[in-house]
Every structure is written in C-alpha cells, then in structure tokens.
C-alpha cells in the first residue's frame, strides 16, 4: 500500500515530496493494521504450548518491527536515496 501510494504521488510531485506524502497518507492506516495483526499474535503467548508462546511472541514483535521501523523509515529513506531506480523495473510506457 505505501509503495501504491507513492507511485501515485510521484506521478505529480518530486520523489522526496511524494515519499512524505505518501507516508503521511497512509502511515496510519500501516500503523492500525501492525497492531492488530501483532496483537492477533501476541495471543499466543497466553497459550500453554510452549511453542505456540515463543512462534507468537517472535512474530509479534517482527510484525511490530515492520509496522513502526522498516515501513515508516527504512523503505522511504531507500526510495529516497535510490531516486528513479527504486521503481525498477516497471512497465515501460508505448506511446
């Protein structure tokens, strides 16, 4: 979804404004959806499988990993620094 949103933006602004819009768009949306799926997770650490505690606890905390570090920061601080070549390779357009 947030690289959907800042190919849309790209189309009309420069990369580094698209990226900020495109965070400040749909970063909440991002950040509700990792805290529900980690929540989801982390319900299984109330289970008494000790496996099921340490598969739930570990894909809470990557889930929440993604939600708050990688999506918000380290993808558009990528799309920034790579410019143009992040989008590669893309459908080239016929005229």
């Given at each position: 979804?947030l690289?959907?949103?800042?190919?849309?933006?790209?189309?009309?602004?420069?990369?580094?404004?698209?990226?900020r819009?495109?965070?400040?768009?749909?970063?909440?949306?991002?950040?509700?959806?990792?805290?529900?799926?980690?929540?989801?997770?982390?319900?299984?650490?109330?289970?008494?499988?000790?496996?099921?505690?340490?598969?739930?606890?570990t894909?809470?905390i990557?889930?929440?990993?993604?939600?708050?570090?990688?999506?918000?920061?380290?993808?558009?601080?990528?799309i920034?620094?790579?410019?143009?070549?992040?989008?590669?390779?893309?459908?080239?357009?016929?005229d």
């Amino acid at each position: 979804m947030l690289i959907l949103r800042i190919r849309e933006e790209k189309e009309h602004l420069p990369i580094k404004d698209a990226v900020r819009e495109g965070v400040a768009k749909i970063g909440g949306v991002i950040s509700s959806a990792g805290l529900i799926l980690a929540a989801t997770f982390a319900v299984l650490i109330t289970q008494p499988v000790m496996e099921l505690r340490a598969f739930g606890f570990t894909v809470a905390i990557g889930v929440l990993v993604d939600t708050f570090l990688v999506r918000p920061i380290v993808i558009p601080a990528l799309i920034v620094i790579l410019g143009k070549c992040s989008f590669w390779p893309k459908k080239l357009k016929h005229d």
